[in-house]
């Protein structure tokens, strides 16, 4: 996610930068036929291109407004496992006894987080962060999900049979959280943990069963395709149809200047339809970019950065010193 001011101008030009020069040529091409070729029928009648941007630009407004609602959602649902995560590591930490033992539910939590992260990175083939215009900006920044393999991480959190286990199960993160459960049973049952503080922890991990299906439903469920597929066409025809509405309005003013521009005022065509057009296919560009909020691109939810942040926090709570970069949200998702 972008933590800085704003995107400038630059940035998001040259991340455009491939539709700015398909509606160059959208633009150019009918102007070219209009002029040299005498192919005057091409012209639209403008008041058809305006009812088709009217009925585009509520279509991709609706789609922008879903796909950022999607992303705050799942931000809320990412700061919901933040809180939680620290009321976990205090009541482990301060309901039981043993320090051994609330570690052990600690490291087991932190791994519960790393293999959430790792299933939420996972690449789905509704998701676009491998075409062009995002894959290039993955030098501003680094997704740790895809640099380390989980087998590396999990050893640090879990026992070696946990570790075996954990790894060839088909959800890790699910795995880990009936692990914790049996772990809280046994506790329970021998002893450790009495009724009251045992209900409040099982509470505990049912509310994170909860919140990993909630983050789930953002990864496995994309924004309908029937909307999105709908909102791409819409701009498309758009864009192609708009240059065809200016030639004749252009055309005309022909007759109201002298000099240079005299016989050559079609030409404004190809700049203004660019500039209106660049609009459109950007607003669908930016939707489409923020409708998957864990797929690795530059306005994800920054999990890896939360995941971080919540290790940092309960080793601390445990006296333990948590080394980290000082500032990961620039350098990680």
């Known amino acids: ?8 101008l630059s940035e998001f030009l040259i991340w ?24 005057t029928w091409l012209s639209v009648p403008l008041t058809i291109v305006v009812l ?22 799942a931000l809320d649902v990412w700061i919901d496992i933040l809180s939680r995560s620290r009321r976990w590591g205090e009541i482990a930490r301060d309901l039981i ?9 600690v490291y087991r939590h932190i791994a519960w987080l790393t293999a959430l992260r790792y299933e939420l990175r996972r690449p789905r083939i509704w998701e676009s962060t491998n075409r062009d215009f995002n894959a290039e900006y993955r030098r ?3 997704v740790p999900e895809w640099e380390t393999d989980i087998s590396e991480l999990l050893p640090q959190y879990l026992s070696p049979s946990e570790t075996a286990q954990a790894l060839s199960s ?4 699910t795995f880990v959280l009936s692990l914790q459960g049996a772990s809280l049973k046994m506790l329970h049952a021998a002893g450790q943990l009495n009724s009251s503080f045992y209900m409040e922890l099982q509470k505990a991990v049912g509310d994170l069963i909860e919140l990993q299906s909630r983050s789930e439903r953002f990864k496995n469920f994309p924004y309908p395709r029937q909307y999105a597929t709908v909102s791409s ?13 200016l030639l004749h309005e252009f055309d005309k003013l022909n007759d109201s200047v002298s000099g240079f521009m005299h016989g050559n005022m079609i ?24 409708e998957n909020p864990f797929e690795g691109g530059a306005n994800d939810v920054p999990i890896s950065t939360l995941c971080t942040v919540i290790e940092r926090d309960l080793k601390e709570m445990l006296g333990e010193y948590a080394s980290g970069p000082s500032n990961p949200a620039i350098i990680a998702l």
Do not use: D
């Open 52 to 73: 088709l941007g009217t009925a585009t630009s509520f279509i991709v407004g609706f789609k922008n407004v879903q796909t950022y609602n999607r992303a705050m959602e």
């Open 140 to 142: 501003y920044y680094r």
């Open 16 to 39: 455009t930068r491939r539709q700015i020069y398909a509606l160059l040529i959208c633009g150019s091409v009918p102007v070219v036929l209009y002029k040299f070729f005498a192919l």
């Open 97 to 105: 006894n043993e320090e051994e033992t609330s570690r052990k539910l």
């Open 267 to 290: 030409w404004l065509v190809v700049p203004c339809s660019v500039a209106v057009s660049w609009m459109y296919t950007s607003l669908e560009q930016v939707g489409e970019s923020t």
């Open 170 to 173: 088909t959800s890790i993160a």
């Open 233 to 245: 066409l819409f701009v498309k025809f758009f864009c192609f149809l708009f240059p065809f509405g």
């Open 1 to 8: 996610m972008h933590l800085g001011k704003s995107y400038t």
